[in-house]
């Protein structure tokens, strides 16, 4: 018997950034896909906002704002915003020789550079939120660069979910992307299934860290420890 939904996900907010080299003026087959993920959310009454990061200009940099380092123009600060609003962050990127686009790094890069920021609790900025990635391409790499964007998020302070990433990769060599016909991506059914299990997953850890109000503090607060707190840590030379 299928378990009955008991969760209501109406209070969430997810952002999903797509790290794809093409400009809004293009077709992105990591935006295919990101909307199946989407969807599922605007069909749970989850407040969903989708973005391109090259719309956008983003610096080279770790400071909030590189403009304030001579950089004439920059818009992380807006990005930033975009990002402390939600509860859950995805990460879609396409692949390119086995790797996650450059756009990709270089908004994990702007990512950690928030990183030593604290929240109210004196948790690290990004404690509470949660943070998935879907991926697109031709020829191996999902796993490949799932694993580097899921360890960057949480090593940031994300918490992930079980199965936290889905994609479509097409056949060894050039051939047909995730949105052209005869792929028949939008029917594989691998993908299907992992795509709405990574959607709920996400959904639900967010759903449990928001009745929470986010994850506990309880020994993990940078500014306890910095004010002496070792909770159970037992080291004579802070004694």
Not at 59 to 80: Q, S, T
Request: hydrophobic letters at 30%.
């Amino acid at each position: 018997m299928s378990e009955k939904k008991t969760m209501d996900y109406s209070s969430l907010k997810a952002i999903y950034i797509n790290c794809t080299l093409k400009d809004s003026s293009k077709q992105s087959h990591t935006e295919g896909l990101m909307k199946v993920s989407m969807d599922i959310m605007k069909s749970e009454n989850v407040s969903v906002e989708y973005l391109r990061l090259v719309d956008y200009e983003i610096a080279y940099g770790l400071m909030p704002d590189m403009k304030e380092e001579g950089k004439e123009k920059d818009d992380w600060p807006e990005i930033y915003q975009k990002v402390m609003e939600a509860d859950i962050v995805v990460i879609g990127t396409p692949i390119w020789l086995g790797e996650k686009s450059s756009v990709a790094s270089k908004l994990i890069e702007r990512l950690y550079g928030m990183s030593g920021e604290m929240n109210d609790k004196g948790q690290y900025i990004y404690y509470g939120k949660v943070g998935g990635c879907v991926i697109t391409g031709n020829e191996d790499g999902i796993k490949h660069c799932a694993m580097g964007i899921l360890y960057a998020l949480q090593h940031l302070g994300f918490s992930i979910p079980p199965q936290a990433d889905c994609g479509w990769i097409g056949e060894a060599g050039p051939g047909p992307s995730y949105l052209d016909e005869e792929s028949n991506a939008k029917n594989n059914e691998f993908t299907n299934r992992n795509t709405t299990f990574m959607t709920y997953n996400l959904l639900n850890l967010a759903y449990i860290l928001n009745k929470e109000n986010g994850f506990p503090a309880y020994g993990n607060s940078r500014k306890d420890w910095d004010n002496g707190n070792r909770w159970s840590f037992d080291n004579p030379e802070y004694r």
